[in-house]
């Protein structure tokens, strides 16, 4: 009898030109053995933005393409695609195993973003709109985080035109010089307040799962926390898979074999059981 096996994926980015992801059909050996797919925010950007009906194809097909082509599917939400789904993070193997996003570690989302100041501002608004008791609830911070980063409009990501899209995408993501400072810092940051989140929310959880940095790797927390992030499909770090089974969790390298994806050499595995 086949294993279940729970397949965890983020940051698709599909329709962005920066995105490896050409088509979703590429994705179709990465579905190979998995009973259930999870795709971890950042699947495609639903924000608004120039081109309203390019958003709603990109839309329309990702919704068809996940229905029909491949195993059952759940999407959560991420801060490009923060009303894609009313699911922003889930709970597996009895509470073991935390998923979500990750934009909830940095109070401005993307501290290395153009938009992180934007972004502060409007998350605190969504927070200071809740009562004291729901500020304390992952879920209802969650939302806010959500309705926050649906007001922050897309940038490079809407430009159709290529050599617009490069200058953009150099803008957006390189300049000016420090900004690679601030990812540095965010990647260096991201395990430990992970750890903090886990704690205060979920207790219990053994294993934080995230994407949103774009690092793909597994960082061991000085609490015991094992943090997994799955990459992007944006270069230059790559993409991973997490496959998670009934008695084990396995981060596995994502690779791009003759225009398809499959999965590649195991970069960490753990026992359900003990961390």
């Given amino acids: 009898?086949?294993?279940?096996?729970?397949?965890?994926?983020?940051?698709?980015?599909?329709?962005?030109?920066?995105?490896?992801?050409?088509?979703?059909?590429?994705?179709?050996?990465?579905?190979?053995?998995?009973?259930?797919?999870?795709?971890?925010?950042?699947?495609?950007?639903?924000?608004?933005?120039?081109?309203?009906?390019?958003?709603?194809?990109?839309?329309a097909e990702v919704s068809a393409h996940f229905a029909q082509h491949t195993p059952p599917v759940t999407f959560l939400t991420g801060n490009h695609d923060p009303d894609f789904s009313a699911t922003h993070s889930l709970d597996l193997a009895g509470g073991r195993v935390f998923v979500t996003h990750g934009d909830i570690l940095f109070d401005n989302l993307v501290p290395w973003g153009n938009d992180a100041t934007l972004a502060?501002?409007?998350?605190?608004?969504?927070?200071?709109?809740?009562?004291?008791?729901?500020?304390?609830?992952?879920?209802?911070?969650?939302?806010?985080?959500?309705?926050?980063?649906?007001?922050?409009?897309?940038?490079?990501?809407?430009?159709?035109?290529?050599?617009?899209?490069?200058?953009?995408?150099?803008?957006?993501?390189?300049?000016?010089?420090?900004?690679?400072?601030?990812?540095?810092?965010?990647?260096?940051?991201?395990?430990?307040?992970?750890?903090?989140?886990?704690?205060?929310?979920?207790?219990?959880?053994?294993?934080?799962?995230?994407?949103?940095?774009?690092?793909?790797?597994?960082?061991?927390?000085r609490g015991g926390l094992i943090v997994l992030n799955t990459g992007s499909f944006c270069p230059p770090l790559g993409t991973a898979a997490v496959d998670l089974t009934p008695d084990r969790i396995t981060l596995r390298r994502v690779e791009r074999r003759r225009g398809e994806f499959r999965l590649g050499a195991t970069l960490a595995d753990f026992a359900l059981a003990t961390a």
């Fill in 120 to 221: 502060r501002q409007r998350v605190l608004a969504e927070l200071v709109r809740l009562d004291p008791a729901a500020r304390d609830r992952l879920e209802d911070r969650l939302g806010a985080i959500r309705r926050a980063a649906f007001g922050i409009p897309q940038r490079h990501q809407a430009e159709r035109h290529g050599l617009k899209y490069a200058a953009g995408f150099l803008t957006d993501t390189v300049w000016p010089p420090l900004r690679v400072l601030r990812v540095l810092r965010a990647w260096r940051e991201a395990p430990a307040r992970a750890a903090r989140l886990t704690l205060r929310h979920r207790p219990h959880a053994r294993f934080f799962i995230m994407g949103h940095v774009h690092r793909p790797g597994a960082w061991r927390t």
């Fill in 1 to 59: 009898m086949a294993q279940d096996v729970i397949r965890i994926l983020s940051d698709l980015h599909y329709g962005d030109r920066a995105s490896c992801l050409g088509t979703l059909a590429d994705l179709t050996p990465l579905c190979d053995g998995a009973s259930r797919l999870i795709l971890n925010g950042d699947t495609l950007d639903t924000r608004p933005g120039p081109a309203p009906d390019f958003t709603a194809a990109l839309r």
